[in-house]
C-alpha cells in the first residue's frame, strides 16, 4: 500500500487508518521542513497506535 498527500489530523493531533491485519508498514510524515519516520505491523498483540514517532529537521 502506497499512499501520498495531504493528511488532516483531528482535533487531537491524531490521524486515524485502519489497515489490513498481518502486514508490516512503514510510515513517513513530512511538515514544514520536519520529518518522521516509524515502522509498525498490524499482526495480532501487536501495538494499535504510535505514539512515540518525532518529526525532525530534514538535513
Request: charged share 20%; hydrophobic share 35%.
Amino acid at each position: 500500500m502506497n499512499r501520498a498527500g495531504t493528511v488532516r489530523t483531528g482535533a487531537d493531533g491524531f490521524v486515524e487508518w485502519w489497515l489490513p491485519h498481518n502486514n508490516t508498514y512503514v510510515v513517513t510524515f513530512a511538515y514544514q521542513g520536519l520529518r518522521g519516520t516509524d515502522s509498525f505491523s498490524t499482526f495480532p498483540k501487536d501495538r494499535t497506535c504510535i505514539t512515540t514517532m518525532q518529526l525532525k529537521p530534514v538535513r
